[in-house]
């Protein structure tokens, strides 16, 4: 089954414990993009990937950082998470970059900084 | 400030009627405009979209409309089912440029 796999799906830490959010697609995509939703402001593009070693920065990037070794994974890092970026998190996955290109989203990790 | 706005933060329908979802856009090189629908516990999924050269989009209960004067889209779903009840979240791109997100509108259809 196609799909946009993410874990874990809900996480409770505390201040500047490091984490990482594992995301995994089994498209062949090559564009990437982690998202995070906040109530009243939608989705906010973190960091996208055009492809393998290809990274760069969407709207909200300060306090993540991201990787692209392989194809099909795009861990989303908290080196050292605040409270503020207690949030809903979505990865995202589509063909080709061209933004006409129907993204598929994960299922979401809620994350909670305590 | 945001450059896509769905100003209703949740809209209530009765089965069989039409609903209709707005956004409304400040951008105006933004030539892409896109829906998503959203359950609880799932991702977004992809509804349809529309391309700035058409002012309709029609796909079977659901039709965009867009109105690139009044910078402003709309879906409409006629009739409105109970599983349509969803978030729906409007998005915009310019060409090679991510996508902008509206902050999403709760639809509840009432049997």
């Known amino acids: 089954e196609a799909q946009v796999t993410q874990n874990p799906r809900y996480l409770i830490t505390v201040t500047g414990k490091k984490l990482t959010v594992t995301c995994s697609q089994n498209m062949n995509h090559e564009y990437m993009s982690w998202y995070r939703q906040d109530p009243g402001l939608g989705l906010r593009q973190i960091y996208y990937s055009m492809n393998v070693e290809v990274t760069d920065k969407g709207d909200v ?54 | ?79 409105s089912q109970p599983g349509d009840s969803a978030v729906y979240f409007c998005a915009a791109s310019e060409v090679g440029n991510m996508l902008t997100f509206g902050g999403g509108t709760r639809l509840m259809v009432k049997p």
């Not at chain 1, 006409?100 to 994350?111: H, K, V």
């Not at chain 2, 009627?17 to 409304?24: K, Y």
């Not at chain 2, 867009?66 to 889209?73: D, E, P, R």
């Open chain 2, 1 to 79: 400030d945001q450059q896509v706005k769905q100003n209703s933060p949740s809209l209530s329908v009765q089965e069989g009627r039409i609903s209709i979802l707005n956004c409304d856009y400040t951008n105006s090189m933004f030539d892409y405009f896109l829906w998503y629908k959203k359950y609880p516990a799932e991702g977004p999924t992809f509804l349809i979209s529309i391309s700035s050269i058409k002012d309709k989009n029609e796909d079977g209960r659901f039709t965009v409309f867009l109105n690139k004067s009044a910078k402003h889209l709309s879906l409409h779903i006629v009739p």
């Open chain 1, 61 to 114: 990037p300060e306090g993540y950082k991201v990787s692209r070794k392989e194809k099909r994974n795009f861990p989303l890092i908290l080196e050292s998470p605040s409270p503020n970026q207690t949030s809903l998190y979505f990865c995202a996955s589509s063909l080709l970059a061209g933004v006409t290109d129907e993204q598929f989203f994960g299922p979401g990790t809620r994350l909670t900084v305590l």
